[in-house]
């Protein structure tokens, strides 16, 4: 027997953490099926154990998930069993993780799990939001429908996420030609400029000096600013997985003008499009706030909407509690209030993802038009410190004479 940690919503909607003993992992969870509780999270229960074995848990990106639902989506339309289709999709898929993952569910199902019970273990590297929506799928048999619905919800994940990488390419880019070019510049060129200068009687003003103290170091202890550079970006990427340094992350970003917005568009878009998946399938909602949350990718949009939920347990509305929050759009709020009024939410939540949608593009387009013009600015500050620190000796001569 084996120990398996889970957390669970009970029928009040409370929710609920524990241990429970099983043979297996769909031992346990019909063991909590028995008792009458949605398993939220389940895996196996390793605290104490130094030596036990942590999987990595590299996630399918969301253009493979996308492919995964529309092709399995397709496969279930024409007929096929399930088992064969699946076995089909490991074979042709070029993603290593993707037909790994296919083989593991294939396995599971042909020992008597669902396809939902398979996403839902904790080996699984699909998103729980993909997994919820697939057992609600299979218990409304509308899961060919579900398929194609999150197919077009991690189709346009990926747009977002591409247009993101290609905002964030550009400056990047520029700033490492601007680092080699600095450090050739006050490493190699202006030294012999300055010797030839000072030969002539001419003065070594004091922010020439600085640029050719710069040099030295970067020329002497090259490998010491590399080895800094590099340690940095480790240390900060490390700092953002903590839960501390991701919520002062979203924080920060959440204070620079233009960026804010367009991140808020997102998150909006992703929360409205998240709740008009579950609401048109008829999954509960508190139960589909939990797999809304993590889907946000923002850790104070996710406070918010736990906020939210506690607010319906005690029977406040939605709208309500996220507007005590001050972090989604007043206009998002305004109309999830009309829908829960009228009873047309699941209407307006889609309504409201795609106008976010179209207000993440003008955004991210706005903050790509103005990166160009920004970094042009910097590399032309940068230029003209150093042509001063060279130009200024030379007039030293100039007064000398």
């Known amino acids: 027997m084996k120990n398996y940690k889970y957390s669970a919503l009970m029928l009040n909607g409370k929710k609920i ?20 509780v949605r398993v939220l999270e389940l895996k196996e229960h390793t605290e ?43 074979k042709k898929s070029g993603n290593k993780i993707l037909s790994q993952e296919i083989t593991r569910i294939v396995n599971d199902i042909k020992s008597g799990a669902t396809l939902s019970d398979s996403m839902l273990d904790e080996k699984s590297k699909f998103p729980k939001l993909l997994s919820a929506m697939v057992a609600t799928g299979e218990a409304t048999g509308t899961l060919e429908e579900v398929l194609k619905s999150m197919a077009s919800f991690y189709e346009r994940e990926h747009r977002i996420t591409q247009k993101i990488k290609n905002a964030s390419t550009y400056p990047i880019i520029v700033g490492i030609v601007s680092f080699i070019m600095l450090f050739v510049f006050t490493s190699f060129i202006m030294p012999n400029m300055m010797e030839s200068i000072l030969e002539v009687g001419a003065q070594m003003p004091p922010i020439s000096q600085m640029i050719m103290n710069i040099g030295i170091f970067m020329k002497n202890y090259w490998y010491l600013v590399l080895l800094v550079i590099i340690g940095s970006i480790i240390l900060i ?3 953002i997985k903590t839960p501390v340094g991701r919520h002062n992350k979203d924080v920060l970003i959440n204070k620079i003008p233009l960026l804010n917005k367009g991140i808020n568009a997102i998150v909006s878009m992703r929360f409205s499009k998240a709740l008009y998946l579950f609401v048109s399938t008829g999954f509960p909602l508190l139960q589909g706030l939990d797999y809304i949350r993590e889907s946000l990718n923002n850790s ?17 509305t939605l709208a309500d509690n996220l507007e005590q929050s001050r972090y989604f759009d007043p206009i998002l709020i305004q109309m999830l209030s009309i829908g829960e009024q009228t009873g047309q939410l699941e209407n307006i939540s889609n309504q409201m ?34 042509v001063i620190g060279v130009f200024l000796p030379m007039l030293s001569i100039y007064d000398a004479i």
């Open 237 to 239: 990427k490390q700092y």
């Open 300 to 316: 104070i949009a996710e406070k918010s909407v736990q906020k939210a939920k506690e607010g319906i347990i005690r029977g406040e």
């Open 17 to 36: 953490k524990g241990v429970i003993a099983a043979n297996d992992f769909n031992d346990a969870r019909k063991r909590l099926r028995e008792k009458k």
């Open 48 to 90: 104490g154990n130094l030596f036990a074995k942590r999987d990595s848990k590299k996630k399918l990106k969301a253009d493979t998930i996308s492919h995964f639902c529309r092709q399995y989506g397709i496969i279930i339309s024409s007929g096929i069993n399930s088992i064969t289709g699946l076995e089909s999709l490991a």
């Open 353 to 386: 993802s795609e106008f976010y949608e179209h207000e993440a593009d003008i955004y991210l387009n706005r903050m790509v038009s103005m990166i160009e013009p920004i970094m042009i600015v910097l590399v032309g500050i940068m230029v003209a410190f150093l």
